[in-house]
T-cell receptor, first 116, second 114 residues
Framework: EAGVVQSPRYKIIEKKQPVAFWCNPI?????LYWYRQNLGQGPELLIR????????DSQLPKDRFSAERLKGVDSTLKIQPAELGDSAVYLC??????????????FGAGSRLTVL | AQSVTQLDSHVSVSEGTPVLLRCNYS??????LFWYVQHPNKGLQLLLK??????LVKGINGFEAEFKKSETSFHLTKPSAHMSDAAEYFC????????????FGSGTRLSIRP
């Protein structure tokens, strides 16, 4: 079974340019998460989806970040325009239905963004 | 509110010696606690989880962790370190409900000396 698939693995852009990341979760996983991991830090949640509904986007900088999960399967995270401080690894994770706080997350390999 | 603190940003041990990675948590309710490992250029992988069953939890690759409510700790241990254990380790806390936020610690980098 394929794991969580993310693309691109690496992206280098100049500031003020747009960028998009794509995630395909494990088949049957209803919950999808986007995390941002800065160098030397733990992942921080950007947005969580239950099927196609964004149930927690309180940490998403909505002035420049957007996300969608059409049809409740794969998801796209967009940054427009990118800033220097957006350089980070963007992690996608998925889990089976949200039944409790004990859900195990399965992570993709991440998309490393460098903004010049 | 929940929070998690990993007490050491970097731990270095010799191969074959015990490993101890320390984690303290804060939670208003009975927490779910996890340890994840991240090898370079790879995704985070679950090592083990605690969900109010046995307080001593065994995970993969010989790791285990003990939930101590009185000390609000969930330290990760392994009796004998292997070179392949070199990685970043994250302690994670969540609440009991599906709406609970999942909070990651800042990570502990484990180095293994030959």
């Amino acid at each position: 079974e394929a794991g969580v698939v993310q693309s691109p693995r690496y992206k280098i852009i100049e500031k003020k340019q747009p960028v998009a990341f794509w995630c395909n979760p494990i088949s049957g996983h209803n919950t999808l998460y986007w995390y941002r991991q800065n160098l030397g830090q733990g992942p921080e949640l950007l947005i969580r989806y239950e099927n196609e509904e964004a149930v927690d986007d309180s940490q998403l900088p909505k002035d420049r970040f957007s996300a969608e999960r059409l049809k409740g399967v794969d998801s796209t995270l967009k940054i427009q325009p990118a800033e220097l401080g957006d350089s980070a690894v963007y992690l996608c994770a998925s889990s089976q239905g949200a039944t409790s706080g004990a859900n195990v997350l399965t992570f993709g390999a991440g998309s490393r963004l460098t903004v010049l | 509110a929940q929070s998690v603190t990993q007490l050491d940003s970097h731990v270095s041990v010799s191969e074959g010696t015990p490993v101890l990675l320390r984690c303290n948590y804060s939670s208003s309710y009975s927490p779910s606690l996890f340890w994840y490992v991240q090898h370079p250029n790879k995704g985070l992988q679950l090592l083990l989880k605690y969900t109010s069953a046995a307080t001593l939890v065994k995970g993969i690759n010989g790791f285990e962790a003990e939930f101590k409510k009185s000390e609000t700790s969930f330290h990760l241990t392994k009796p004998s370190a292997h070179m392949s254990d070199a990685a970043e380790y994250f302690c994670v806390v969540s609440g009991y409900s599906s709406a609970s936020k999942i909070i990651f610690g800042s990570g502990t980098r484990l180095s293994i000396r030959p």
